[in-house]
């Protein structure tokens, strides 16, 4: 294949010039600063095929439908890499071991060892707990008028990953684990940290590494915890499969599983739910619309897995949702082998990243593609390669239907008891640690559900990424 290729006219692949201070690694770092605008600005103004920085062809990003099909649905082609240097063998090795990271034979093992978890009958034996832990949740707002919603969201969906995943229901455990989790996040992601990987004090890098070691420890802790408890969830199946694997399995070559599941799992639901909630709340037409909707459908009673299929405008709002503020703003590839893509020649071993966030930004596709208008669902049938807010192909996300169930149960309780808004002078800036959410957090001010939401001036970077009517 590369023998053809090179019979081909090779162009350059344009993109930003590196900076006069600090060149290309000057570059890549102002890109990580704000990923959102980098990626978009690449877009905008290199065209669909651009690269990070001009002289460097081996940091591509592909953009759009024909792309995304071209990189998804080409898995021997298109691999995927840790995003992170580990040092052999080390913790951090080792915890970026799960099936996101997996190619091949050992993705395919992994992901249907893993599947009947994510079936639509486990999912619907999930419904229970998903209810009662979101009840404990908005029990404890009873006597609140405001609360800090990401944190709320977050410890809810971590209780949820704990339970449904892992068959783990102490609140102590759920806290520490999730915030270790959190810290983890920040470590791995910091700019700093991807850049300057240097494996000595005071480098970032260094930091991250002994955090690594610590968080392994308590994977494992909790894996032995788990060990005695015989019950069916994700994290039984894994340990069972050390039981009955062909290959010398132990605990430790499963740690990867457990933290891949557990931060792809809560991280990603709940960016999505908050900014759900947010758009809602700025946009009253559509919030009535819901709650009329939820009302006619389940009035007071509780939520029940059959009401679910009846809340079609819900359903909307959620894909909107996603369509607008997907969590995964790009994803990356190694290429293993020389291609094409397009014109452009790519060589072996070039990083080619696709964007569902540029996606979903593309007016052919999506008029006036910075509003939020759950109503033009009605009219559009996007392709999986148009609309891809969990990946697309063989590699899409494993806990799609978990996630839409999860945010339509706790969305239409949290509907059913309150109404909120914005408190007053919020700012609302954006972050993508490993995906799309709000910086810190953000008060809700909560008030009976009958109350009309009214939506309150908003400032901060989102307004960038979304056009709000106030
Ligand atoms: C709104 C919530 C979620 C969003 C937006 C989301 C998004 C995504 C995306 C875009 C990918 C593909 C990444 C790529 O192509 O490189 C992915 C993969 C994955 N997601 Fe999710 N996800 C969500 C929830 C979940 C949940 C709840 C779980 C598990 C409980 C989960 C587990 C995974 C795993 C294990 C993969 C890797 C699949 C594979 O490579 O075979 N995700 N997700």
Redesign the pocket.
């Known amino acids: 294949m590369a023998n053809v290729h090179k019979s081909l006219k090779q162009k350059s692949i344009p993109g930003p010039k590196p900076l006069l201070l600090g060149g290309n690694i000057g570059k890549r770092f102002a890109f990580s600063l704000d990923r959102v605008k980098s990626v978009m600005d690449l877009y905008t103004h290199f065209g669909d095929v651009a690269a990070m920085v001009a002289n460097d062809t081996r940091r591509i990003f592909a953009f759009g439908p024909a792309f995304n099909h071209q990189i998804?649905s080409n898995t021997d082609l298109f691999q995927?890499v840790p995003f992170l240097k580990a040092p052999p063998h080390s913790s951090l090795e080792r915890l970026g071991q799960?099936?996101?990271?997996?190619n091949g034979d050992e993705?395919r093992y992994?992901?249907s060892l893993?599947q009947p978890a994510?079936h639509k009958n486990a999912i619907e034996s999930y419904h229970r707990d998903i209810a009662s832990l979101t009840v404990s949740m908005l029990d404890s707002w009873e006597k609140q008028t405001s609360v800090w919603i990401v944190e709320e969201i977050r410890s809810l969906n971590i209780a949820i990953?704990n339970k449904i995943?892992f068959g783990i229901a102490e609140a102590k455990n759920n806290d520490s684990l999730g915030k270790d989790f959190q810290t983890w996040l920040q470590h791995i992601t910091r700019p700093s940290t991807i850049l300057f990987p240097i494996n000595a004090y005071p480098f970032p890098y260094a930091k991250m590494l002994a955090f690594s070691s610590l968080l392994e420890q308590k994977v494992v802790a909790l894996m032995y915890q788990k060990a005695s408890i015989q019950t069916t969830d994700?994290l039984s199946i894994l340990l069972d499969s050390i039981k009955t694997s062909d290959e010398p399995t132990s605990m430790i070559d499963l740690v990867g599983q457990v933290a891949?599941?557990f931060l792809?799992?809560?991280e990603?639901?709940t960016?999505?739910l908050i900014w759900t909630l947010l758009l809602l709340c700025q946009h009253p037409a559509i919030m009535d619309q819901v709650v009329a909707e939820i009302q006619a459908v389940c009035g007071q009673s509780s939520i029940e897995p059959l009401h679910l299929r009846s809340l079609p405008y819900l359903g909307s709002v959620i894909k909107e949702s996603?369509r607008l503020l997907?969590?995964?703003i790009y994803?990356?590839?190694v290429t293993t082998d020389d291609c094409f893509l397009g014109d452009y020649a790519i060589a072996q071993g070039s990083r080619v990243s696709?964007s569902?966030y540029v996606t979903h930004r593309m007016p052919e596709l999506y008029q006036e593609p910075n509003r939020f208008d759950p109503h033009r669902w009605e009219s559009i049938k996007p392709s999986p390669y148009e609309y891809?807010?969990?990946?697309?192909?063989?590699?899409?996300?494993?806990?799609?239907g978990?996630?839409?169930t999860?945010?339509t149960i706790i969305l239409a309780m949290i509907i059913q008891r309150y109404s909120w808004r914005l408190a007053p002078k919020a700012k609302v800036d954006y972050q993508v640690l490993v995906?799309l959410g709000i910086k810190g957090d953000i008060q809700l001010q909560l008030e009976k559900p009958d109350n009309t939401t009214i939506p309150q001036p908003i400032q901060g970077t989102i307004r960038r990424l979304v056009d709000f009517p106030v």
């Not at 799960?98 to 997996?102: D, Q, R, S, T």
């Not at 891809?388 to 799609?400: K, T, Y």
């Open positions: 998804l995927v799960g099936l996101i990271m997996m993705h992994y992901r893993l994510f990953a995943l994700v891949t599941i792809a799992s809560y990603t639901t960016n999505a996603l997907p969590p995964a994803s990356h590839r696709y569902p891809l807010p969990f990946g697309a192909g063989s590699r899409m996300c494993i806990g799609v978990l996630a839409t999860q945010l995906s």
